[in-house]
């Protein structure tokens, strides 16, 4: 075939005509449109109007009839035939038009049935303003259910127990808030009304528009990770932010977060911090807050940025409009008195922040232009006769030293300074080689002028310099985040080639679940750790003295002895270890000593049987190293949890630990480390020499794919990880498994936040022309190869791909690459056909195809593009066969593309697959049915 015979463009904002149009119900199309129908309805109703003064329903309705968006408004009233002067009707059913969204506010009990009624109505949103749900107790949950359950897959909802929606820039105010908010770029969500309408009174004081303001209540349908898609997608919001007291669905919200935070900034204020205040949002809420640490790493993984009180919440959603992001923690400080750079150093270093240390060649360029007696360091002191002239020169030598991430010009206003003229000076800074400028005016009405000429410069401003180093402390936090996020790991590290044992690992979980236990032994521990490449201390199980002694030989002295229990897991505490045992009848009598301490433990054996099943004979390891911990547990809400930190037997007390969601990749694994203090000591302190963390972050990845892969493990501790320089290396001591209760079934396991790599997708397959190659999903290791890949294509095979030429330097950016490689496997599956030179053994991508999900559908759009020299053997027609098989795995009801209408030999792959083709001027649209 030719060249263009693999080459289709998927266009993501295409609504492909020619689809479905015959279908009497068409789920695809309610899906996509549904929310729009809330958001940018052409006619609502109120079911529940009045005109009770104070009444939320004559609220609601006076809002929508006053604020006109351009649709029809229809009161919804079985006892009056006109409501604030408009008609109103009976019931939904009676309306003489379709309604796009009906906003409920009828009491709780009533809802159900009005529920069914907008469905026969064909209305496709609703908001329910009604209270008195989950929050309420048992008969709140169950109308909740009966809601759900009649509005699945017919009717989206926000609510119930919740404000509204409004959009002001098409003049929508479907909430019972008492004033509309100003238009912006900020889309605000909202899980408390209350104070939702708190943030939009402060909002006109501080003139602060909005492109949404949503109130989600007990989320029962659209969720956070609704929203975000659709503020994601909405052109006129230009960040997200969020007042969240519980999660709701977590994975909906880290693939929604994961996926528009590198666009778009997402502020997230969170309430729970505290014991007392997680009781108070799940009273509030009616659902579990879960696990602040856990929720903490959760927002480092999707990109969101969180901070602790409102006005942080602002503050952010300016800055990062405004200003770059910092590329590393070092803020350089201009200021004019001394006292406002210590404050502002204080709160830097205390938030992680660092003093930028100035070059030898800056403070030689401040020496010329600074009076004698000036700080000689950062902060950089000019004293307080500084003019505007000496402002704008410190600053501008500030700016260009290589070891400053960011700037803070603060000023006093003293009697020589001329804080207007100042700002005026420093505008020209607004923009400065990606390095973000922020200003504190300290001060009143004469600094008023000042300010607002930086803020017009887009430099923002802020009364106190602490609260300017603050900011620049979450700026950094959220830029270090997010790079780590779409950093490219190391192919090394790639949890794809490390070819664990699965088999064996099962087999060890099956045959202790068979015997009815859930606590393998330490033996047993290890033999699953060993099977995914992480490395174990020689172990020999002996079951008598004698076998013990003959163990120790074997092994060499000195030797260690512990407890070998299925029903013990703490083996230190019953004292089922004993140590440096240097000859045969120290054995013995360790032995003898962990018999009679096993059997003198208060707690009966669970399964009837027996503590003391022998021990585990050990060699004594020096332990010259650091001892580290490496767990996996489960939380309520994000499933299970990775733990890496300081290790030993004061692992509780020292609490030196970082969190992480698997599954993981180099990148994320060092990111974890580099969180914990003692990641420092690993890199090497006082003369020490540094242990491997590549090796550590290595291991750390095999054990992330061992979570996400043995579902059946409830907790895993690796207590201690000795940590050694050299060849010594990394090596568990110690290893617990503690499995999930044998009654559950394996759709009862708690699902994982975020989808591990799909292996399920990927095998070996030989061409027609004898080709052997491997057809795998695409990681995001793999960048360096797409860059070759790209080497590879002609101009006519771009053009037949995208539609437009596309220069290799623009195709070939990081921060493209790196969107098509770190993918989120539940929004989209992208296969790459790879082959190994036999004569250099280098692996090259072939060819590549992608199915992308369109967000709130059951459709997904195909493209296909293959290497010009690699064209003619089989792998479009093989790629699509198997992403169309994926489609149908992951329950799609249609996929589609567009292919352009020259690009016959495509169409010919497409038919020869099912698809059908339709031409809409110069394309074709592609629709394969699922359903």
Aim: net charge neutral; proline share 5%.
């Amino acid at each position: 075939m030719s060249d263009k015979e693999t080459q289709s463009k998927v266009k993501p904002e295409s609504t492909h005509p020619a689809a479905g149009t015959d279908r009497t119900l068409d789920v695809l199309r309610f899906e996509r449109e549904a929310l729009r129908a809330i958001f940018a309805p052409k006619s609502v109703a109120v079911i529940g109007a009045t005109e009770k003064e104070g009444g939320v329903g004559r609220t609601l309705l006076w809002n929508l009839i006053s604020n006109p968006f351009g649709g029809a408004v229809y009161p919804i009233n079985k006892r009056h035939k006109q409501v604030l002067g408009i008609k109103a009707y009976s019931s939904i059913g009676d309306v003489p038009e379709t309604v796009d969204l009906a906003v409920i506010v009828t009491p709780a009990p009533t809802v159900p049935g009005i529920i069914k009624e907008c469905i026969a109505a064909g209305v496709k949103g609703a908001i329910i303003i009604s209270a008195g749900f989950k929050e309420a107790g048992a008969a709140g949950i169950e109308l909740e259910r009966q809601i759900a359950e009649t509005a699945r897959g017919k009717m989206r909802l926000i609510g119930p127990n919740c404000l509204g929606v409004m959009r002001p820039r098409t003049h929508l105010n479907a909430t019972f808030a008492s004033a509309m908010a100003r238009p912006g770029t900020v889309g605000f969500i909202s899980q408390s009304g209350a104070l939702l309408t708190a943030v939009l009174d402060w909002s006109f004081r501080e003139n602060v528009g909005f492109s949404a303001c949503v109130s989600v209540g007990s989320m029962l349908d659209v969720d956070w990770g609704d929203l975000i898609n659709f503020l994601g997608d909405d052109p006129h919001t230009h960040s997200i932010m969020i007042y969240m007291e519980s999660i709701g669905d977590a994975r909906s919200f880290i693939s929604a977060a994961r996926e528009v935070a590198l666009t778009k900034p997402i502020i997230v204020i969170k309430a729970g911090r505290t014991a007392a205040a997680a009781k108070a949002a799940a009273s509030h809420t009616g659902a579990l807050a879960g696990s602040d640490d856990v929720l903490d790493a959760v927002f480092r993984r999707c990109g969101v940025l969180r901070v602790n009180s409102i006005s942080d919440l602002f503050f952010m959603a300016e800055v990062l409009a405004k200003q770059p992001r910092p590329s590393g923690p070092r803020l350089s400080i201009v200021t004019n008195a001394g006292g406002p750079g210590v404050l502002a150093t204080d709160t830097l270093i205390a938030l992680g922040g660092e003093l930028a240390e100035l070059t030898p060649e800056s403070i030689a360029a401040l020496d010329k232009v600074l009076p004698s007696h000036w700080s000689h360091g950062n902060p950089i002191d000019i004293l307080g006769d500084a003019d505007p002239e000496r402002y704008a020169q410190a600053l501008d030598i500030a700016t260009k030293d290589p070891n400053s991430d960011g700037l803070l010009v603060a000023l006093t206003p003293q009697a020589m300074t001329d804080p207007t003229e100042t700002a005026r000076r420093l505008s020209a800074f607004a923009v400065t080689r990606g390095k973000p400028v922020l200003a504190s005016w300290m001060g009143g009405k004469d600094v008023a002028a000042g300010e607002a000429i930086l803020n017009q410069a887009n430099i923002p401003t802020f009364g106190y310099p602490d609260t300017a180093a603050r900011i620049f402390t979450l700026m950094w936090r959220y830029a270090y985040n997010l790079r780590g996020i779409y950093e490219t790991p190391t192919m090394a590290n790639s949890a794809t080639e490390l070819a664990p044992d699965r088999a064996q690992a099962q087999q060890i979980l099956s045959d202790a679940r068979a015997s009815g236990r859930t606590l393998l032994s330490e033996f047993e521990s290890k033999q699953v750790l060993a099977a995914y490449g992480i490395p174990t201390v020689a172990t020999r199980i002996a079951a008598s003295e004698d076998d013990a002694v003959q163990c120790a030989a074997a092994i060499g002295y000195p030797v260690v002895l512990k407890l070998h229990s299925h029903s013990i897991t703490h083996k230190t505490d019953v004292g089922g270890v004993r140590l440096n045992l240097a000859d045969a009848e120290a054995v013995r009598g360790a032995y003898r000593a962990i018999e009679s301490a096993a059997r003198a433990a208060k707690e009966p054996p669970p399964d009837g049987g027996k503590h003391f099943l022998g021990v585990a004979v050990q060699p004594m390891v020096k332990l010259e190293g650091y001892e580290l911990i490496v767990g996996s547990s489960i939380d309520a809400q994000f499933g299970p949890v990775l733990l890496f930190g300081a290790g030993g037997q004061l692992v509780e007390v020292f609490r030196d630990r970082a969190l992480s969601l698997p599954p993981l990749n180099s990148t994320l694994a060092r990111r974890m480390m580099e969180q914990t203090t003692i990641y420092k000591a690993l890199l090497g302190v006082r003369g020490r020499a540094p242990v491997d963390v590549e090796a550590l972050a290595q291991l750390l990845v095999r054990f992330s794919q061992l979570v996400v892969e043995q579902r059946w493990i409830k907790e895993i501790d690796i207590n201690p990880l000795l940590a050694a320089p050299g060849r010594e290396g990394i090596t568990a001591l110690d290893a617990r498994i503690v499995l999930h209760r044998t009654d559950m079934t394996e759709d009862q396991l708690p699902p994982l936040s975020i989808r591990p790599y799909p292996v399920q997708y990927a095998s070996e397959w030989t061409s027609k022309s004898g080709m052997a190659v491997t057809i795998r999903p695409i990681r995001p290791e793999d960048e360096p190869l797409m860059v070759k890949f790209h080497t590879t294509l002609s101009e006519e095979s771009v053009y037949m791909r995208y539609f437009h030429f596309i220069q290799y330097n623009q195709r070939v950016a990081h921060e493209r690459l790196t969107r098509l490689c770190f993918i989120d496997y539940d929004r989209e599956m992208a296969l790459v056909v790879e082959r190994k030179d036999p004569k250099t053994g280098e692996n090259a991508i072939l060819a590549i195809g992608r199915l992308s999900k369109v967000h709130q559908t059951s459709e997904a759009e195909f493209a296909i593009l293959v290497s010009d020299a690699w064209q003619g053997h089989g792998f479009g027609v093989e790629l699509l066969r198997r992403l169309v098989q994926i489609g149908r795995d992951e329950k799609l009801q249609r996929i589609v593309a567009t292919i352009l209408a020259d690009n016959i030999p495509m169409q010919h792959v497409s038919r020869k697959i099912g698809f059908k083709l339709k031409r809409v001027e110069s394309e074709f649209q592609a629709e394969l049915d699922l359903s």
